[in-house]
């Protein structure tokens, strides 16, 4: 019987991790991801692609589009749009050191006549969304936005403006994603 050491144990234990990486090409390593469950697409809503775009140290990614709704209803209210409301679902992450205030009214809605619309004030409120909202450092948070556009009007695009990174003295510039 060969006798093994207890120094030569632990060095061949020691160095086992470092000589697998997973599932990642040779000599990388694997950055593990959380494992959400799935959830429901909301009442009509086009699941979007998951792309998502940064403006200073917030991320942006749309999740849910919802166009053509004729009318709001709400625990208090109910409103009609002069056009159509839109309901966008949107996941905004910090990636900055510090607290960032994220400002609904700034995030825009482009149609396909080229037209920015802002988040609408009335349907914001009947459905008790934030005007704004501060997002902690490493924090992801989901909300909507609604928009009153033309009728017959399509959904192009949104044009998202992050806040400015520690140090900066103006907002990023916006970052453009299509809706589709």
Request: glycine share 12%; aromatic share 2%; hydrophobic share 35%.
């Given at each position: 019987?060969?006798?093994?050491?207890?120094?030569?144990?632990?060095?061949?234990?020691?160095?086992?991790?470092?000589?697998?990486?997973?599932t990642?090409?040779?000599?990388?390593?694997?950055?593990?991801?959380?494992?959400?469950?799935?959830?429901?697409?909301?009442?009509?809503?086009?699941p979007?692609?998951?792309?998502?775009?940064?403006?200073?140290?917030?991320?942006?990614?749309?999740?849910g589009?919802?166009?053509?709704?004729?009318?709001?209803?709400?625990?208090?209210?109910?409103?009609?749009?002069?056009?159509?409301?839109?309901?966008?679902?949107?996941?905004?992450?910090?990636?900055?050191?510090?607290?960032q205030?994220?400002?609904?009214?700034?995030?825009?809605?482009?149609?396909?006549?080229?037209?920015?619309?802002?988040?609408?004030?009335?349907?914001?409120?009947?459905?008790?969304?934030?005007?704004?909202?501060?997002?902690?450092?490493?924090?992801?948070?989901?909300?909507?936005?609604w928009?009153?556009?033309?009728?017959?009007?399509?959904?192009?695009?949104?044009?998202?403006?992050?806040?400015?990174?520690?140090?900066?003295?103006?907002?990023?510039?916006?970052?453009?994603?299509?809706?589709?």
């Open positions: 019987m060969r006798r093994i050491s207890a120094a030569a144990v632990v060095i061949t234990a020691w160095g086992l991790p470092a000589c697998s990486t997973g990642g090409p040779p000599g990388t390593t694997v950055t593990p991801t959380y494992r959400l469950p799935p959830r429901p697409v909301r009442d009509g809503e086009t979007l692609s998951g792309k998502t775009v940064r403006s200073g140290d917030l991320a942006f990614t749309p999740i589009l919802r166009a053509g709704i004729p009318e709001l209803v709400g625990s208090h209210a109910d409103v009609r749009p002069r056009g159509q409301y839109v309901r966008i679902r949107l996941i905004a992450e910090n990636g900055g050191r510090t607290t205030t994220l400002d609904s009214g700034k995030q825009l809605l482009i149609t396909t006549d080229g037209g920015a619309h802002r988040p609408d004030r009335d349907a914001m409120l009947v459905k008790r969304q934030p005007g704004s909202i501060d997002v902690g450092a490493a924090v992801r948070i989901e909300l909507d936005l928009y009153d556009i033309p009728l017959g009007e399509k959904t192009r695009a949104l044009r998202l403006v992050g806040t400015p990174s520690v140090g900066a003295v103006s907002d990023p510039p916006g970052a453009d994603i299509a809706l589709s």
